[in-house]
């Protein structure tokens, strides 16, 4: 689910997309979760303002061997407020945010409008306000994927593989880096096996992908509207991404085995300082902001990447390490059904999402203070898509609907 910051490498869900996912429960009366109890240390920790939860938090949640919360009320199903068409993507939500327009990957490709357009993703520009397609931005060739984008000082990066998704390792010789203008919509600049990880303090940033190692290189700091180079910083491990105030690095071990855990790094990017360096059990998913809070969910231990279980429980990460770990959210399978359901952090809220990818999908926030569902439990037709469907972009919720297009739901964040 995702926006700006965005790991460098392809995302363990938007993977699980192509290849299926392990299913999921749909409990009666709502979504029911059985909880047991961890350890939870309190302290404070740091990071950057964002949207504050709506109900009080407690750095130290209630937490009970076996508990049950009591059944939500009936579903209340969202309003369509706006579709864009032909405008779903098999790797899951890549957008940015610039101003009022959402930049958003697109793959008509991937929808079952008999109008779609031509085959391949590319990306499309929304104004918010009036929820139309101002203009879209497509690579000379078509691309197999798009893996990432950002948009800084009238200028939208992309990155992806061009000519087949069958490429080898590192995939070197395939993946393109492309600068196109807002405004006149030129590809202007191409730089050849790079990645991108994102844009802040006012540079895009990319890193070498043709490496020997397969990974890697020096993380360089780009001027967006140029694409010279401006200085880089020593770095070779996985997937990286801004996120509360600071720079972090990823890399998975043993993933699909028992032991799986996530190696993390923060890093200061003014000259690559390594400030912490920890390990977390599981799968780590992208950091977010929550309050003045740095938060992530996590897949658990074992998952294996391209058959994984959504996230099932919560940290909270300070300047050196994890500070506190969630319950658990006991999400069990129901044989003979599509159901997924998980734990989600979007938009400066925790989630609750269910998709039976068959009729409906659900959304529903949960209070950090006691981890039990609260508030409407909302309601949209059936995502038919194998990930993540719901998205926070711009202030609304959306979600990808069983057309092949993505639709901006009446949801209210704080509801």
């Not at 020997?212 to 020593?234: F, M, N, V, Y």
């Amino acid at each position: 689910m995702r926006g700006m910051s965005r790991w460098l490498t392809t995302g363990r869900r938007r993977i699980a997309g192509l290849v299926g996912l392990a299913a999921c429960v749909t409990l009666a009366g709502g979504l029911l979760l059985e909880i047991s109890a961890r350890t939870s240390p309190s302290s404070g920790a740091s990071g950057r303002p964002s949207n504050s939860p709506a109900v009080p938090f407690s750095a130290s949640p209630r937490q009970s061997a076996s508990a049950t919360p009591e059944a939500t009320a009936n579903a209340v199903e969202a309003t369509v407020v706006a579709r864009i068409a032909d405008c779903q993507d098999p790797l899951g939500w890549d957008y940015a945010v610039s101003g009022n327009d959402l930049f958003v990957v697109c793959d008509a490709e991937n929808s079952t409008s008999s109008t779609a357009g031509p085959v391949g993703p590319y990306v499309a520009r929304v104004d918010l306000a009036t929820n139309k397609v101002a203009a879209t931005y497509r690579y000379k060739a078509t691309m197999t994927y798009i893996e990432g984008l950002t948009v800084d000082d009238g200028s939208l990066w992309l990155s992806g593989i061009f000519g087949g998704s069958g490429c080898a390792g590192d995939c070197s010789g395939w993946r393109r880096l492309e600068r196109f203008d807002v405004v006149t919509g030129k590809n202007t600049v191409e730089i050849l096996d790079a990645g991108l990880a994102g844009s802040s303090s006012g540079y895009v940033w990319v890193s070498n992908l043709s490496a020997a190692t397969g990974t890697g290189g020096p993380l360089r700091k780009l001027d967006p509207k140029t694409g010279k180079e401006k200085g880089s910083i020593p770095f070779n491990v996985g997937g990286v991404q801004f996120a509360c105030g600071s720079l972090w690095s990823t890399t998975g071990n043993n993933l699909g085995t028992a032991d799986t855990s996530t190696n993390v790094v923060r890093i200061d990017p003014a000259d690559g300082t390594v400030l912490a360096s920890f390990t977390v059990p599981g799968l780590l998913s992208s950091l977010q902001s929550v309050g003045n809070e740095c938060w992530a969910s996590v897949e658990p231990a074992g998952a294996d990447p391209y058959t994984a279980y959504y996230a099932d429980h919560f940290i909270r990460i300070g300047d050196s390490g994890v500070e506190y770990t969630s319950p658990m959210f006991q999400l069990q399978n129901q044989p003979g059904t599509t159901s997924q359901t998980y734990v989600d952090i979007q938009g400066g809220f925790f989630w609750l999402v269910n998709d039976d990818r068959v009729s409906t999908a659900t959304l529903q926030r949960l209070d950090p203070s006691t981890w039990q569902p609260t508030g409407t439990l909302w309601q949209s037709g059936a995502s038919g898509y194998q990930g993540d469907p719901f998205a926070m972009i711009g202030g609304s919720v959306w979600v990808f609907d069983d057309g092949g297009g993505i639709s901006r739901l009446d949801i209210p964040l704080g509801s």
